[in-house]
């Protein structure tokens, strides 16, 4: 049995808008009287549009997205207000323009020191969801995008050992990519989830998509798909 269900989308538009819509369905289900609910975001090319479907369904359909506790997938090592910063990218598309409170994004500030923001975002994470010592945080969506390579957060094809063993939430790691210094969620904890989404966006993909896909994949996304029971995976990608 596939771990994975695919919906495929013709366009970025009609892909972010579906993701959005599906992403409020689930915060109306879960209800603002609930336990928060922790959701882990990511950047990326489809980001923005994302950002901007769950602001204008969130408007259009009056469901609020006040009860979330928003962390991140990963995090480059540069100040908040970096252009290449995620968290500055999730503040001007979406945090700034539903007025979320800040006391409910735990933005991971890695520009001085990279192990020492993870330890700080890892502490966040456990004291959100009442992690019990020793056990695994469990979010209850991750949001992910996927590069070229397959790499999803900054996990990277061929990330040392530690970074796919590890029992860390959040880990410090150096990537390919600028900047190459970066704090990033755990295989671990993307595992733990109770929830995976990816967002895979643009033509030049597809070959890595369909690589991820097949059994036994050892691509970052391939990893993550087989360490779980089902993941949902949105693509415009054409991988037929």
């Excluded at 969130?58 to 962390?71: I, N, T, Y």
């Excluded at 800040?102 to 502490?123: C, L, P, Y």
């Excluded at 880990?171 to 109770?194: D, F, I, S, W």
Aim: proline share 9%; net charge positive.
């Amino acid at each position: 049995m596939p771990s994975y269900a695919l919906q495929s989308y013709p366009d970025v538009p009609s892909l972010a808008l579906a993701a959005g819509s599906q992403l409020l369905d689930v915060l109306e289900k879960h209800g603002a009287a609930g336990p928060a609910f922790a959701l882990a975001l990511s950047g990326g090319r489809i980001a923005r549009p994302f950002y901007e479907a769950i602001v204008s369904g969130s408007r259009a359909r009056k469901v609020s997205p006040h009860q979330v506790e928003f962390f991140f997938a990963d995090e480059r090592a540069v100040p908040l207000n970096d252009p290449e910063s995620n968290y500055r990218l999730a503040h001007e598309s979406l945090f700034e323009p539903l007025a979320i409170q800040q006391t409910t994004v735990h933005a991971i500030d890695a520009s001085k020191d990279a192990a020492a923001a993870a330890e700080r975002a890892e502490g966040e994470l456990r004291r959100v969801t009442a992690a019990k010592p020793g056990a695994m945080p469990v979010l209850d969506l991750v949001i992910l995008g996927m590069g070229e390579d397959g790499h999803v957060a900054s996990l990277f094809p061929g990330a040392p050992a530690a970074a796919v063993t590890t029992r860390a939430a959040y880990v410090a790691v150096r990537g390919p990519k600028p900047p190459p210094q970066r704090v990033t969620l755990t295989y671990g904890c993307l595992a733990a989830a109770r929830q995976v989404w990816v967002l895979v966006s643009g033509p030049s993909k597809a070959g890595a998509l369909r690589v991820s896909l097949a059994p036994a994949s050892i691509t970052p996304l391939g990893r993550v798909l087989q360490a779980r029971k089902s993941s949902l995976i949105f693509s415009d990608c054409p991988i037929a």
